[in-house]
C-alpha cells in the first residue's frame, strides 16, 4: 500500500483581506426580529378641554412563562374539564388544560379588578 503526503492547499485567489472582514463584522446589522413599532410612543394628541383626557389604550404584547402545578391540581383541573357540558355530539372535551387555566386566570383577574375598583 502505498502512502504519500497529504496533497498542499492552494492559494485561492478569491481571499480578502482581514481588515475588510472585522469591517464587515463590526458594522453591525438589524435584528432578525421586526421591531414592535407599536410600543414605540405616538406624539400626544390635542383635545378640546371640555373632554377628559383617556390615556392610549396599550397594545396587547403576549408573554410566556412556565407554571409548575402539583398532581393533585391538574387532576382536580381535569375533572373539572370533565364535567363541562360538552359542545353537540363532540366526544372531544371542548376546553384545553392550558385555556382551562387562561381562563380560571382571568375569572380571578375580573374578580379582583371588582372588589378594589381597578380599572
Known sequence: MAISSAPKK???SDSVPEDKILEVINRGGS??????K???????RK???????KAEPV???????SIELTESE?????ELRNH???RGRARKISISVTDWIIEAVQEKIDRE?????VE
Open 10 to 12: 492552494k492559494a485561492s
Open 31 to 36: 435584528t432578525t426580529r421586526p421591531v414592535e
Open 38 to 44: 407599536e410600543l414605540e410612543e405616538k406624539p400626544a
Open 47 to 53: 383635545e378640546a378641554k371640555s373632554k377628559p383626557a
Open 59 to 65: 397594545p396587547e404584547v403576549l408573554k410566556r412563562f
Open 74 to 78: 391538574t387532576h382536580m383541573i381535569k
Open 84 to 86: 363541562r357540558p360538552q
Open 113 to 117: 379588578k371588582r372588589k378594589y375598583g
